[in-house]
């Protein structure tokens, strides 16, 4: 059974940075295919940013291109998104999810259906 913490998460004002933290434990092997979701009050959730393909691709939304960096470490099985210049809009409780074994790629990136294991979530808020 594959665990996934999440850390960083904080109150911010715009333009600030953070650093989220996906830890995962539970499964021998690195954790390849992870992607980032996020959620506002009142808005579904969607997909920020994901590594695919044997880890080695990322896939990123449009609204965070240039800003969000996704990366992993893989002697501490953990991803990391770091969040750069952000935005009253990025408010929201970010997740990460693990597609174990990997079934995502760029086309499938957002498919909530593929990732099998999530995390409890992380809040960010960022003031104007």
């Known amino acids: 059974q594959v665990q996934l913490v999440e850390s960083g998460g904080d109150s911010v004002q715009a333009g600030g940075s953070l650093r989220l933290s996906c830890a995962a434990s539970g499964y021998t092997y690195s954790i390849i295919c992870v992607g980032w979701f996020r959620q506002a009050p009142e808005k579904e959730r969607e997909g920020v940013a994901a590594l695919y393909g044997g880890g080695l691709s990322r896939y990123y939304a449009d609204s965070v291109k240039g800003r969000f960096t996704i990366s992993r470490d893989n002697a501490k099985n953990t991803v990391y998104l770091q969040m750069n210049g952000l935005k009253p809009e990025d408010t929201a409780m970010y997740y990460c999810?693990?597609?174990?074994?990997?079934?995502?790629?760029?086309?499938?990136?957002?498919?909530?259906?593929?990732?099998?294991?999530w995390g409890q979530g992380t809040q960010v808020t960022v003031s104007s």
């Open positions: 999810a693990a597609s174990v074994p990997c079934r995502t790629s760029a086309a499938y990136a957002w498919r909530e259906s593929l990732y099998n294991y």
